[in-house]
């Protein structure tokens, strides 16, 4: 408990009525978080037998914090991330101003219920920021003040003063290393209106944290230019210091171990006074104080908390008067109010019956009057109604945004050459439009973890800059030094660098994704990584379309295509990872002009909404969502040709036939991506022995995948015709037809085409790590090159007739 340096800045007293109702609210918010977990634990039908859960202990250790920032310090621009496991805080303060149902309460942790943790997309109340993967909504808030600066700066907002970015942080989180990555990349953009209010109860799910933690996250935060400020101490605590023998009370408390603090905490007032006595009774004057308290008395003044003590934590917020990024560090005890307040094992922990008893008449509440709004408080009712109504921060009702969608050009600049990598493609296509000029680009905010360059974004950054506060410009072209990169920085600027952590990149993106419904300014943000690192941000890229989030991402160069660079740097398993993340619509193009449609297609897929969608779409098409892109850096030979609007819807949908099959056909090769090549090299050696055999060119797996889905579910549960795209791809084919699929990844992206219509699929791809060589000699030895093509197509058809 040792005491930090630096102090909470202060303001003149709160006025005593209205500090009166803060706490009687904070007691109302204790009780219904409370309460809302007990139901769901011991009063709720559970038909699975299975614990439900809540956090009691996690939750009160936070009541006066929110309490204080919900009804009185926030405004409606501000935004918030809450602890995961103060959820029924939240949905308490929401159901107090109006915001959330007594329903979705009596079903938290149940089927459309209020959720464990705070949701943007699957709560109904006002959700800022979703939390649950613990440290990605603290990293989220400075990303989010980012993005609110760059629209700003950009003119693209109604002029509307910055909000504050603020995340309630359970100290354990800090362990949390996307943490660290976030505060360093906050630095190298001088982050501003930035609070992190550290829930510093000192434990964490297992145990009591380290002793002198809270020094560490002073030198952490004050190194990367944030201001620290502590709440140590309550009220009381600080006028019992003043007192005969305080001095000494205030210095066994600094010095006291955080585990014997939470013990004394549990044990209550007479273990407290038999452990001071022992330690500190033969000091001058602590006898005679401690004297004036009973054991009651005792544990409320040695639990009087900075964080638990409303006057001290309105003063250090309202005491805020500048932008500059904040550590608030509340002291608080977790548990507290409740019986296992302190205890080491209490994270989990859930009242029982008897306690909830007890717990109730304390309180005040009378039976069945549990869930009403004000049972058990003092303050009349109508005084409380007319304090809520009048909350800054809900004045307005919710505070979800929204933006008018930007037109999506019928065409975007296509990239002239006859032989072309994806990945090349497709910063022309951004170059091109940087170079245009129009609504569309200007909204595109590019990004990147240093890989700019190497991805390609060069020509979009000459053009459109980087942007920064201040206007800086690029040295080497000062100085006359020749460079194909001219990188001036400005508040203009479009592209937004960032090191090397995946993490950021992707929880930069769930910022600008959702800057039209927490702004009111539409982004279309686009970012490159290198594929196989997608795995290193994958908790970041989930927590981004959990949010609903919208963005481009563009894994390049993937697969063991990228051959010298070695296994470290070659994809297998992203072909998977694209099918399976929700919220992200995958493809792997394999011609630019490919690439052409599905970025035009993607502009307009990142605005959709529910609303404005037809009805007969599946549900990903209603919905809209995010994109993901696999590119590569193999140049191909470009089809000479002019894609027509069916073509281009197949496209869209999935795949498409490079060579229509003849009806009854017994083999097709099915491709996606960089081996279009060596696909088109087999089948044109089979062509004469195999008429009529197709090619199928495969853009998105996910795509086909989730089409075929969604027409199963809907044959299933509404008994009609629905038809998936790829069902009727593969229909012209004989129903016993071989496949042969062939990927630069993992070959069960492709294999579960046989499931469709029951056709036999050799699937040819990578299942094991990569390593170094030329793109011939890893497509032989991975067989994905046209030999192995040509055994698979020879191995099907032998199948096939050996079964006829």
């Known amino acids: 408990m040792t005491q930090p340096a630096g102090a909470p800045a202060t303001t003149d007293r709160p006025d005593e009525k209205h500090l009166a109702i803060l706490r009687a609210l904070a007691r109302k918010v204790l009780w219904l978080s409370a309460w809302t977990i007990h139901n769901a634990n011991h009063l709720r039908d559970n038909p699975d037998g299975v614990k439900v859960g809540g956090h009691q202990a996690s939750c009160a250790s936070l009541t006066t914090l929110m309490t204080a920032l919900y009804f009185d310090v926030l405004r409606p621009e501000d935004r918030v991330a809450v602890k995961p496991h103060a959820s029924p805080v939240f949905h308490a303060i929401q159901y107090l101003l109006g915001q959330q149902d007594v329903d979705q309460l009596r079903r938290f942790r149940g089927y459309g219920g209020a959720q464990a943790y705070p949701s943007r997309t699957k709560d109904t109340d006002d959700v800022d920021i979703s939390t649950g993967s613990v440290g990605l909504g603290v990293a989220m808030t400075a990303f989010a ?9 950009r003119g693209l907002t109604d002029g509307e003063p910055p909000g504050r970015m603020v995340a309630l942080v359970g100290d354990a989180e800090l362990d949390e290393g996307n943490v660290s990555e976030a505060l360093l990349e906050g630095w190298k953009h001088d982050v501003r209106n930035v609070w992190w209010i550290i829930d510093y109860n ?86 005679e104080l401690l004297a004036q308290y009973d054991d009651e008395q005792l544990h409320a003044l040695m639990t009087n908390l900075g964080g638990h003590d409303m006057e001290t934590v309105l003063e250090a917020l309202h005491g805020i008067d500048d932008d500059r990024p904040k550590c608030i560090i509340a002291y608080t005890i977790k548990g507290h109010g409740l019986p296992f307040a302190g205890h080491k094992d209490n994270h989990a922990g859930i009242m029982n019956a008897e306690q909830m008893d ?21 303050t009349p009712a109508d005084e409380l109604r007319a304090f809520l109504d009048a909350v800054p921060f809900a004045r307005d009702g919710r505070r979800d945004r929204s933006a008018p969608p930007v037109a999506v050009p019928e065409r975007l600049p296509a990239p002239s050459g006859a032989r072309l990598s994806t990945q090349e493609g497709f910063g022309k296509i951004l170059d091109g439009l940087a170079r245009e000029d ?9 990004c990147s973890p240093d890989v700019t360059v190497s991805t390609n974004l060069g020509g979009w950054v000459n053009r459109r800059g980087i942007w920064d506060r201040q206007r800086r410009s690029d040295v080497f072209r000062d100085q006359k030094l020749a460079s194909a990169h001219q990188w001036a920085m400005a508040p203009e600027g479009q592209h937004l660098e960032l090191g090397i952590a995946e993490n950021n990149l992707f929880i930069l993106l769930a910022a600008a994704g959702l800057s039209h419904r927490l702004f009111g300014t539409r982004l279309l943000p686009v970012a490159t990584l290198y594929d196989p690192f997608i795995k290193r941000g994958l908790d970041a890229l989930n927590y981004a379309c959990y949010q609903d989030a919208r963005f481009i991402v563009a894994g390049t160069p993937s697969g063991i295509t990228l051959a ?45 909404d529910a609303s404005a969608a037809p009805a007969t779409d599946w549900l990903r098409d209603v919905e809209g969502g995010s994109v993901y892109l696999r590119l590569s850096t193999r140049p191909v030979e470009q089809p000479d040709r002019t894609l027509d609007a069916a073509t281009e819807r197949r496209i869209v949908a999935g795949g498409y036939w490079l060579r229509e099959p003849a009806p009854g056909a017994e083999l097709a090769i099915v491709y996606t991506g960089a081996v279009a090549p060596q696909a088109l090299e087999a089948f044109e050696t089979i062509a004469e022995e195999v008429p009529g055999a197709g090619l199928l060119a495969v853009t998105s797996a996910d795509r086909l995948n989730a089409g075929w889905t969604a027409a199963t579910k809907a044959r299933q549960t509404q008994g009609d015709g629905a038809t998936a795209p790829v069902e009727d791809l593969l229909a012209p084919l004989a129903p016993d037809a071989g496949l042969v699929t062939v990927l630069d990844g993992h070959p069960a992206a492709l294999a579960w085409l046989g499931s469709v219509r029951g056709h036999r699929v050799h699937a040819l791809g990578v299942e094991h790590f990569g390593q170094s060589g030329t793109v011939s000699d890893l497509h032989s030895a991975y067989r994905i090159d046209t030999e192995a093509i040509l055994d698979a197509c020879a191995a099907a058809l032998l199948e096939r007739r050996r079964h006829r």
């Open 564 to 608: 010298p660079e070695g296994g470290a740097h070659q994809s297998i398993a992203t072909p998977l990872i694209g099918m399976a993340q929700d919220g992200l619509a995958a493809f792997e193009p394999a011609f630019v002009d490919e690439l052409e449609v599905i970025l035009r297609w993607g502009f307009e897929y990142l605005q959709r």
């Open 438 to 446: 129009g609504e569309l680009a200007n909204r595109i905010l590019t």
């Open 358 to 378: 007890a717990f109730k008449q304390r309180h005040g509440v009378p039976d069945g009057r549990e869930w009403d709004r004000f049972a058990g408080l003092e």
């Open 145 to 153: 003040s980012l993005i609110q600066d760059h629209v700003r700066l």
């Open 202 to 287: 000192r434990q964490s799910l297992d145990a009591v944290v380290s002793d002198r933690l809270f020094g560490q996250i002073d030198r952490l935060f004050e190194a990367m230019g944030w201001d620290v400020i502590t709440l140590k101490y309550g009220k009381q605590q600080e006028a019992a210091f003043r007192q005969p023998g305080g001095e000494a009370l205030k210095d066994w408390i600094d010095r006291a171990s955080n585990a014997l603090y939470s013990a004394l905490v549990f044990q209550g007032g007479a273990a407290w006074r038999a452990q001071l006595t022992a330690d500190i009774g033969d000091r001058p004057g602590v006898a």
